[in-house]
């Protein structure tokens, strides 16, 4: 098992900038599919982006060219670099990991396993 533990959300106005970290823990030498999910008030949760066991990264296409994913494997720490923030981006986010390869299911939030608790990103305009 892998535990999971988000931080670095908070309130931004529009264009503005946020990190994301998920800290991992627990059985950290397997390979997971990591991902990031998302989910505002009233709406379903959404993958915004994943980066796999086999190095593939894939995006919502919502976020393409404003967020980024990355992991620090030696600090087992997940990333996710959020620029150009919009009010709809506006969402609680989740980090999430999945046992082994996710190939066509990296978005896809019933593929996971482990979930943290969340971190609540705020946009406003």
């Known amino acids: 098992q892998v535990q999971l533990v988000e931080s670095g959300g908070g309130s931004v106005q529009t264009g503005g900038s946020l990190r994301l970290s998920c800290a991992t823990s627990g059985d950290t030498g397997s390979a997971y599919c990591m991902g990031w999910f998302r989910q505002a008030p009233g709406e379903s949760r959404e993958g915004v982006a994943a980066?796999?066991?086999?190095?593939?990264?894939r995006y919502a296409d919502s976020v393409k060219g404003r967020f980024t994913i990355s992991k620090d494997n030696a600090k087992n720490t997940l990333y996710l670099q959020m620029s150009s923030l919009k009010p709809e981006d506006t969402a609680m986010y989740y980090c999430a990991a999945r046992q082994g390869l996710g190939g066509a299911l990296r978005l896809v939030d019933w593929a996971y396993n482990y979930w943290g608790q969340g971190t609540q990103v705020t946009v406003s305009s």
């Open positions: 980066i796999d066991t086999d190095g593939t990264i």
